[in-house]
């Protein structure tokens, strides 16, 4: 089936702790990205791909890192995690070189919970 | 700075129609989104506005006035699956997506 998988759907981590959300795409889609969510806040974006071996940071990248070692998969890493953290995490992915709307296709979302 | 402005929530009853308005203020203009989101499901993409007017698609539509920065949903004959959050989605200058809050809309029998 088409579309983006995340994993853990789920997960609760202990503060200091490393912790990588995956996120897989099987559109072929060119340009890939991770997004925060808040309550009473829109989406913010943390780290995005244009492209396969490139990556660029977003509004809120401090104690985020990512890699783009090929156009399928994006994983989102946090070296230590800190109680602020605590969020939804949601991946997308475009298909940004085609001259379309690049529209942004979301994955179903990881709830993660720092303690 | 950037900023999306649309109502935190709204309440409408069934069969009848709702408008949720966006009014946006960014670096640059290339392109409106609307996205449904379903409580803890992921936004999934509803209309695309570029140019100025309303793109009509079903029972949705979408209406852009460039020069006011000024956009609205308007949902027709609303049924209770249409009960989510709408997020208004700006694509600035630099072709990043700069996102409100979105609007809870509750739909009453």
């Known amino acids: 089936i088409a579309g983006i998988t995340q994993a853990p759907t789920s997960q609760i981590l202990a503060a200091g702790r490393r912790m990588t959300l995956r996120c897989t795409q099987d559109?072929?889609?060119?340009?890939m990205y991770w997004y925060r969510q808040d309550l009473g806040l829109g989406l913010r974006l943390i780290h995005y791909?244009?492209?396969?071996?490139?990556?660029g940071k977003g509004e809120v990248p401090d104690g985020y890192s990512v890699s783009r070692a090929n156009t399928d998969d994006f994983p989102l890493t946090l070296a230590s995690a800190v109680p602020s953290q605590t969020s939804v995490y949601f991946c997308a992915s475009s298909d940004k070189a085609s001259g379309g709307t690049d529209t942004q296709y979301f994955g179903p979302g990881t709830r993660l919970t720092v303690l | 700075g950037q900023n999306i402005d649309q109502p935190t929530e709204m309440t409408a009853t069934e069969g009848a129609i709702v408008q949720i308005n966006c009014t946006y203020q960014?670096?640059?203009?290339?392109?409106l989104f609307w996205y449904q989101q379903h409580a803890g499901e992921a936004p999934t993409f509803l209309s695309y506005?570029?140019l100025d007017g309303l793109e009509e698609k079903g029972r949705f539509s979408s209406f852009l006035s460039r020069s006011k920065g000024y956009s609205y949903l308007l949902l027709k004959e609303l049924q209770m699956k249409d009960s989510a959050s709408y997020l208004c989605?700006?694509?600035?200058?630099?072709?990043?997506?700069?996102w409100g809050a979105g609007t809870k809309l509750i739909i009453k029998p």
């Open positions: 960014t670096s640059g203009f290339n392109g």
């Open positions: 506005n570029v």
């Open positions: 989605a700006v694509m600035d200058s630099n072709y990043q997506l700069i």
């Open positions: 791909s244009n492209t396969a071996g490139t990556t």
């Open positions: 559109m072929r889609h060119n340009a």
